[in-house]
């Protein structure tokens, strides 16, 4: 019998990263801890501001929306913004990992 279109059976989840992305990632966070975490990266920021620049617009999404397609909508500060994504991260303000 036939899966019924949209219907998933077995698999990751949707959005679920794989055991290689998820093993990359945290190597990553760890070098860019041990290195000198967020002070460093804006120290060097600071000396190379086009290629910061470059590694920003890769980073950003070019568009963007909010639910359902509609207008993103924004409460607080950009650095209120930070604070709790590095929060939910386990990321200190020095940078360093809370683990």
């Given amino acids: 019998m036939p899966v019924p279109k949209g219907q998933r059976y077995g698999g990751r989840q949707k959005g679920t990263e794989n ?6 990632r945290a190597a990553i966070i760890e070098v860019f801890n ?3 975490g967020i002070r460093h990266f ?3 920021a ?5 290629d ?6 890769r980073l950003i999404p070019i568009e963007v929306s909010g639910p359902d397609g509609g ?3 924004i409460k607080g ?7 709790e994504a590095n929060s939910k991260n386990g990321i200190s303000k020095s940078g360093r990992s809370r683990s």
């Fill in 52 to 57: 910061f620049y470059k590694l920003c617009g």
């Fill in 34 to 36: 041990d290195i000198g």
């Fill in 46 to 50: 600071k000396k190379n501001p086009d």
């Fill in 19 to 24: 055991k290689r992305t998820r093993s990359i």
């Fill in 77 to 83: 500060t950009l650095s209120q913004a930070v604070d």
């Fill in 71 to 73: 207008p993103i909508e």
């Fill in 42 to 44: 804006a120290a060097w």
